[in-house]
């Protein structure tokens, strides 16, 4: 009766540290909101920047798993590459040693403290509340694991038990044990912290716990694995190089383990130390060899899963500088305008191009593009926030109104477009397929459409502007035909089509207006400018 008491509080315990570590992870989240998602994409061209990031970011919300699944969001968003999101994947391994310290070291008994702190700062009327949460669940899972290792304490009595955890096992079926438990609860630091309590317990020996370890690198990438069931090719890849990664680090360290694990018995450093020690060597040198090999593990993912066709140029991002001056501030943004300009055009057109082929692979392509180019708004927009801060005079804030105008323009541009790619959307959900004589109609619409994308294109590149207003009455004039057209389709109820091209007739005429208004402030813009004589 009273093994079955301390089996049914220790379960409990470790549902409270499940809880608090999956709480914990949430209020990180949470509290860094954007910041946290763009401490990830800025790790962007050297891995080993992005492993100290992956790493980092992991230490803070302890799961790997989040770190995973949050970097797999970003690249089927666009914000990330898979080239530039693999330094984070070796990351996250390293940074979730930081539990198995915490422990070993037995750092967990001011949870207690932290418990109690976390309580009072959320009562706060202050902005030091949001921390309060984190702080809380922070220190309710190393309370969790101190209560799992008082439960465990009375274990120690049963000579029996002792004997069959710590008499050494089967290595390999150590390490599926770590692997399914880690699958089960989703967390690599739940078995950790476990692993590292039962040592601390003397309940389970270093031959047994370091394949416990090993297994939770493996099992802790069925998360990740989850996730991208519904997502593109890159977003794939970066899943099957979180989980290729992990095994490999196994089948690394397997023949050490099966040549020298019965020697783990003749370690004299307390067990608990001992295997935190290992653990951290273990993802440390894992992620240092891969590091090294880093391009023939990506052209092997390539290999396996294709070139990636989804992926695309990024546009170069404003960074805030107080002391730049205001006219490269000026002669960036107008750059950069260009470039977003160039990048929408391509949106509408391959957006457009799904709506007439029906492929797939088109229309995922355009979602992902129309994703990157929110990221990109939400990042100028934070920018405009932080120059609008170092304005000195009249001039520099007429100037930057208009810039912003400008901006604002392309992200309208960017939201018709986002339009044209949900109707399309809607026609997938209700199987409807586009007749003929609707496809010719939105065929001529797209190509005239592209048509003045490319001349206001032109004209932006060109030093003296040719005249817009007879493309833009061309275009109108196809609108207008497109609208009569469909009112002879609208009087048959069995033609579905029929309102798809309404939409389409609706979206593009809005567009055209948004690439007009554009076009007007854009020029008004570079006629405003001082030429360099005049500045002579």
Not at 84 to 102: D, H, P, R
Not at 368 to 386: C, L, N, P, T
Not at 462 to 486: C, F, M, T, W
Request: contains cysteine; glycine residues 6%; negative net charge.
């Amino acid at each position: 009766m009273e093994y079955i008491h301390v089996f049914m509080t220790a379960v409990t315990a470790i549902i409270l540290f499940i809880f608090g570590l999956e709480n914990f992870s949430k209020e990180i989240e949470r509290i860094s909101g954007e910041h946290f998602r763009k401490s990830l994409s800025n790790a962007t061209r050297i891995p080993v920047v992005g492993l100290l990031i992956g790493a980092l970011v992991t230490m803070v919300i302890q799961s790997s798993s989040a770190t995973s699944v949050i970097t797999i969001s970003l690249v089927n968003a666009g914000v990330l590459s898979f080239k530039n999101s693999i330094g984070i994947v070796f990351g996250s391994n390293v940074g979730t040693t930081i539990t198995a310290q915490l422990v070993a070291f037995k750092l967990t008994s001011f949870a207690p403290l932290l418990i109690v702190i976390g309580f009072v700062v959320s009562l706060l009327h202050s902005k030091l509340a949001i921390f309060g949460k984190a702080i809380f669940y922070f220190g309710f899972v190393f309370f969790s694991l101190n209560l799992i290792a008082d439960t465990l304490a009375p274990l120690q009595s049963n000579p029996v038990l002792v004997e069959w955890l710590t008499e050494p096992q089967n290595p390999l079926y150590g390490i599926l044990v770590g692997c399914i438990f880690t699958a089960i609860v989703q967390s690599s630091s739940v078995t950790t912290g476990l692993a590292i309590v039962f040592a601390q317990q003397g309940l389970l020996g270093l031959e047994n716990a370091v394949p416990l370890l090993l297994g939770a690198n493996i099992g802790t990438t069925a998360t990740a694995t989850i996730a991208v069931f519904n997502m593109d090719v890159a977003a794939k890849k970066v899943a099957m190089s979180h989980f290729l990664f992990n095994v490999g680090g196994v089948l690394l360290a397997l023949p050490f383990l099966l040549l020298f694990g019965h020697h783990l018995a003749d370690v004299t450093v307390e067990p608990a130390i001992a295997l935190a020690f290992i653990h951290l060597l273990f993802n440390v040198s894992a992620s240092v060899i891969f590091i090294l090999l880093i391009n023939p593990f990506k052209r092997l993912i390539d290999m396996m899963l294709g070139e990636g066709k989804m992926e695309f140029e990024r546009l170069a991002l404003p960074v805030f500088d107080p002391e730049e001056p205001f006219e490269q501030v000026q002669d960036k943004l107008q750059a950069s305008a260009g470039a977003l300009f160039d990048f929408l055009q391509e949106n509408y057109n391959i957006v457009t191009l799904s709506i007439e082929t029906n492929y797939r692979g088109v229309f995922e392509a355009g979602g992902k593009r129309i994703e990157y180019i929110d990221f990109v708004k939400a990042e100028h927009i934070h920018y405009f926030s932080e120059v609008v801060t170092v304005i000195k005079d009249e001039e520099e804030s007429r100037q930057l109104i208009k810039l912003i105008n400008q901006f604002d323009y392309l992200f309208q541009i960017h939201d018709s477009i986002s339009d044209l790619y949900e109707s399309k959307k809607v026609l997938n959900e209700h199987y409807i397929e586009l007749k003929s004589d609707v496809l010719l109609l939105v065929r001529t619409l797209s190509s005239q459409t592209l048509a003045f994308f490319e001349r206001i294109g032109d004209a932006m590149r060109e030093e003296e502007p040719p005249n817009l207003k007879s493309a833009a009455k061309e275009l109108q004039h196809s609108i207008d035909q497109a609208n009569r057209n469909l009112l002879l389709l609208l009087v048959d109820p069995k033609r579905e089509d029929a309102g798809a091209l309404t939409n389409f007739i609706t979206y593009t005429q809005r567009l055209k207006d948004k690439l007009n208004n554009f076009t007007s402030l854009r020029i008004k813009q570079d006629s405003d400018k001082p030429s360099e004589s005049a500045n002579a």
